[in-house]
């Protein structure tokens, strides 16, 4: 337990994705080691001018037996570094993390084929089909998906390789607590049930902006190969796909039509060297010699026996693509008088619905009283002094629930009877 409790200390000095733990972990053996090494010698080692160096002086570990208890109670598994199931593949990266929460069943990394499966959260339904098809694919023939649980391709791929009876890994960028995005909270749960979801964070640790870029090393990290499905030229698969080249991984590409905003990463990675993927096949036959016995493309069927909508359906996966609803708000309507002077008519809506006060409280009514009559707004716009990210997407997730709100691509909501 005490040198857990050290290595949790340890992960809450050092930032995320910096070089301060690769520098130290070089040094010292053990974080008890660094903990009980005097200020001098780690400054030695970092650098004067580190901005960890406080953090490590700081020898409390209040905050970390507090996370330890957290772990200990609502049973999050803890992988750090020094643990022989940490996986030797993210040992080869330049910037390892120190410690990994997780729920659910911790895969042996060591002897599996994984495969990170990125994307755009605004994919197109050539996107969405190819994703799940190819994520199912995978899974039959006995690969683990790696992604992130995000809106869109993310979470297609993953639901494909669930349909699939496959074992997926979810990185996501926030305490293993939080579930992000809100609306993939059944996705999280299903996920659990024969693979993991991991986060470097410690817990209670709310989503933000610098997290997720942080978080892809570890997607592609743990991945042997990475496929890109869609993105616009700089979607933030584009990282991902960035730190699998410079981790000295294979990185594969959806090829798609030329001039549509979601194939310009896809396309752009292939004209810059990336695998062409337009199937399963194209990446198993690639590692097939080297994970013989792991993975069999023979396993593939020449159909799905699954129906992907109503698995997306039953996994709770957002993925709403451009021409999933044909209805739109009616335009206003002009009509010109005789002074030739015009006036807006504005269109008949449906009334607003009245939330049953048994079911909502003050908070979540207020929270849909910011959302606009029309239109849409992003999740951190609603964000205020007295509510934060992670209190607006539980009243979001219950007014979802309740058939009020409608959350859309690109972390926005809308209410759903405009």
């Known amino acids: 337990m005490r040198d857990m409790i050290y290595w949790i200390w340890l992960s809450l ?52 037996e507090e996370v330890y208890s957290f772990c200990n109670k609502y049973k999050v598994g803890l992988l750090p570094y020094c643990d022989e199931r940490y996986p030797d593949l993210l040992r080869q990266i ?23 499966a990125v994307g755009t959260r605004a994919l197109s339904d050539y996107g969405r089909k190819n994703a799940f098809r190819i994520g199912y694919d995978l899974a039959t023939a006995g690969a683990t998906i790696v992604s992130g649980m995000a809106i869109g391709i993310d979470g297609v791929a ?34 659990v049930k024969a693979g993991c979801v991991i986060t470097e964070y410690a817990p209670g640790t709310q989503p933000g902006k610098r997290n997720f870029p942080t978080r892809n090393r570890i997607i592609s990290g743990l991945s042997m ?13 584009l990282i991902t796909a960035r730190y699998a080249n410079d981790q000295g991984r294979k990185v594969y590409a959806l090829p798609g039509n030329v001039g ?18 337009t199937s399963a096949e194209d990446v198993l036959n690639d590692f097939i010699d080297a994970y013989r016995g792991v993975i069999n493309p023979f396993k593939l069927k020449t159909g799905m026996t699954v129906d992907m909508m109503a698995t997306l359906t ?5 993925a709403v693509c451009p021409g999933d609803d044909i209805f739109v708000a009616p335009r206003p309507i002009k009509k010109h008088l005789a002074d030739n002077k ?11 619905p009245v939330l049953p006060p048994q079911s909502f409280d003050k908070s979540a009514l207020s929270l849909y009283k910011r959302i606009p009559e029309r239109g849409s707004c992003t999740l951190e716009s609603l964000v205020t002094e007295d509510m934060n990210l992670r209190d607006v997407m539980k009243y979001l997730l219950k007014l979802e629930m309740g058939g009020f709100v409608l959350m859309l691509p690109g972390e926005t909501v809308s209410r759903k009877f405009n």
Do not use: W
């Open 314 to 318: 039953e996994y709770g996966v957002c």
């Open 260 to 277: 549509a905003k979601t194939s310009q990463l896809s396309n752009l990675l292939i004209k810059n060297g990336a695998c062409i993927c």
């Open 225 to 237: 190969a990475t496929v890109v499905f869609e993105g616009a030229e700089r979607s933030g698969a």
């Open 342 to 352: 015009t006036e807006e008519i504005k269109p008949c809506i449906e009334a607003e």
């Open 94 to 116: 330049d910037n390892p993390p120190v410690l990994l929460y997780y729920r659910g069943v911790l895969p042996d990394f060591d002897k599996c084929f994984t495969v990170a």
């Open 158 to 191: 993953m639901a494909g390789a669930l349909a699939a009876g496959g074992k997926t890994v979810a990185v996501i960028g926030s305490g293993i607590d939080v579930c992000y995005p809100p609306q993939h909270l059944r996705l999280a749960r299903e996920i």
């Open 13 to 64: 000095a050092c930032s995320p994705s910096g070089t301060t733990f690769g520098k130290l972990i070089r040094e010292f053996a053990t974080a008890k080691e660094i903990y009980e090494a005097e200020g001098r010698r780690i400054s030695s080692v970092i650098g004067f001018r580190n901005s960890d160096r406080s953090s490590l002086e700081d020898k409390s570990l209040a905050k970390a």
